[in-house]
């Protein structure tokens, strides 16, 4: 089975599949964050991991609201899942300009964006962390858990 990529999504530098996309740029950006004192071009890392996590958002609104996507299939076979994938997309949409804002204020000083940008790692771990809640959740028969 052939997994899809981000290749086509535009600002992505290079395929990546897309189950893992979001968890691997939140991951980079974590890592350019932990490394700001000692990475001497730490903007411009700073710049590609945001860039890089906005193309795993992307993507996977994509992949949400896309013909054949998450919500359709949810709709269709999970209607019990629809208030907590509606609260998904929402919080990825929402997700989208913090990432924007974060990429223009990358300028200023190092100290003053750790705390908002340790916060928007959060908050994108949440988001992943709910999809593939959702997707285990989906495809697990009721009362087939604990």
Do not use: N
Request: hydrophobic letters at 40%; proline letters at 7%.
């Amino acid at each position: 089975m052939t997994t899809p990529f981000a290749a086509g999504v535009p600002g992505s530098q290079s395929p990546r599949p897309w189950s893992e996309s979001l968890f691997a740029a939140t991951a980079q950006l974590e890592a350019v964050i932990a490394a700001a004192p000692v990475i001497d071009p730490w903007c411009a890392q700073l710049q590609a991991a945001l860039r890089d996590c906005t193309v795993a958002v992307q993507y996977h609104l994509e992949i949400l609201d896309g013909d054949d996507g998450m919500k359709e299939h949810i709709t269709r076979e999970e209607p019990r899942l629809i208030s907590r994938l509606d609260r998904l997309d929402a919080a990825l949409k929402r997700l989208l300009p913090e990432l924007r804002d974060a990429g223009q204020s990358s300028a200023g000083s190092t100290r003053a964006l750790i705390e908002p940008l340790t916060h928007l790692v959060t908050e994108l771990h949440q988001a992943d962390d709910d999809e593939l809640d959702i997707l285990y959740e989906s495809l697990t028969p009721i009362g087939s858990g604990d």
